[in-house]
């Protein structure tokens, strides 16, 4: 039997929006994956993706609790 690999999940807060900053959640196998997924977001929302303006993902860590402020409001 294959073990199944787990899914990683991700935050970013520096991807392209309409009017203030966009924050959004990914879960994917890899980083990669995870661009490739919230890439087809970003466009299906008549945003640009990271090819036309870079962003980050940041992996949010699994072995402990935690609690992360997407977007506090301010600019």
């Given at each position: ?45 008549g945003l640009k993706t ?7 993902l940041v992996e949010v860590p ?14």
């Amino acid at each position: 039997m294959s073990k199944k690999k787990e899914l990683k999940v991700f935050y970013c807060t520096d991807h392209d929006a309409h009017y203030v900053g966009g924050v959004s959640l990914v879960k994917a196998k890899d980083r990669h994956e995870g661009k490739r997924l919230l890439d087809a977001q970003l466009k299906e929302a008549g945003l640009k993706t990271f090819r036309e303006k870079k962003y980050t993902l940041v992996e949010v860590p699994r072995e402990e609790a935690w609690a992360i402020i997407l977007h506090d409001g301010d600019y």
